[in-house]
């Protein structure tokens, strides 16, 4: 199993629609999370990082940690055609000095 | 405010080349790292510096070498370049402690193609 896991879509949406993006990771220890947007043929850009206490909300995006089932979710509302990316979780796992990035997943939004 | 610098963009190199990858950040930040990203792979670790003066290996430190110049400059060297080194490399950093609660950001990367 690797230690953060990704479904690699791509994941279709209309726009205005809901995206819902998840990852799962390995170590029940782990205490942050972060989620990074990168278009294609650039570099990843942080949207937004939660730690182990709890969610978060940043304007139409939220993630969500679900300790007991090991996976957090990035959530994406009233999406746009400019939301249309590769979207990379990221998790700082406990006791590994390293910070382990699925393989992401591709969100299209659909006009 | 220019966050974190990579240099060049882009490079071509015959089998056996050396290089250097340069990167450098103005965010004041003690921790910088390098990534590279190969399709269907993901972002793996080449080599990180938690703090001016230090560096230690990370996944996949195989075929590099790095020097933390100062604070601001971390750079990455191919000795002796091979064709599996084709890849798009990511430098980042972060404020406090390698792998601490703190995010990464990174540069505009290199996209490094080995012949």
């Known amino acids: 199993q690797k230690e953060v896991e990704q479904n690699s879509g791509p994941l279709s949406v209309p726009e205005g629609a809901i995206a819902s993006l998840n990852c799962t990771y390995s170590?029940?220890?782990?205490?942050?999370f972060f989620w990074y947007r990168q278009y294609s043929g650039k570099s990843p850009e942080l949207i937004m990082f939660i730690y182990s206490n709890g969610d978060k909300e940043d304007g139409r995006f939220t993630a969500q940690l679900n300790k007991a089932s090991q996976y957090v979710s990035l959530l994406i509302r009233d999406s746009q055609p400019s939301d249309s990316a590769t979207y990379l979780c990221?998790?700082?796992?406990?006791?590994?000095?390293?910070?382990?990035f699925g393989t992401g997943t591709r969100l299209t939004v659909i006009p | 405010n220019a966050g974190v610098t990579q240099t060049p963009k882009f490079q071509v190199l015959k089998t056996g080349q050396s290089m250097t990858l340069q990167c450098a950040q103005d965010m004041n930040h003690n921790s910088m790292y390098w990534y590279r990203q190969d399709p269907g792979m993901g972002l793996r670790l080449i080599y990180y510096s938690a703090s001016e003066g230090t560096t230690d290996k990370g996944e996949v430190p195989n075929g590099y070498n790095v020097s933390r110049l100062n604070k601001r400059e971390f750079s990455l060297r191919l000795e002796s370049a091979a064709p599996s080194q084709t890849s798009v490399y990511f430098c980042?950093?972060?404020?406090?402690?390698?792998?601490?609660?703190?995010?990464?950001?990174f540069g505009d990367g290199t996209r490094l193609s080995i012949l």
């Open positions: 990221a998790v700082n796992l406990q006791g590994a000095n390293n910070l382990f």
């Open positions: 170590d029940r220890g782990s205490q942050s």
């Open positions: 980042a950093s972060s404020e406090t402690g390698a792998f601490s609660n703190q995010p990464q950001h």
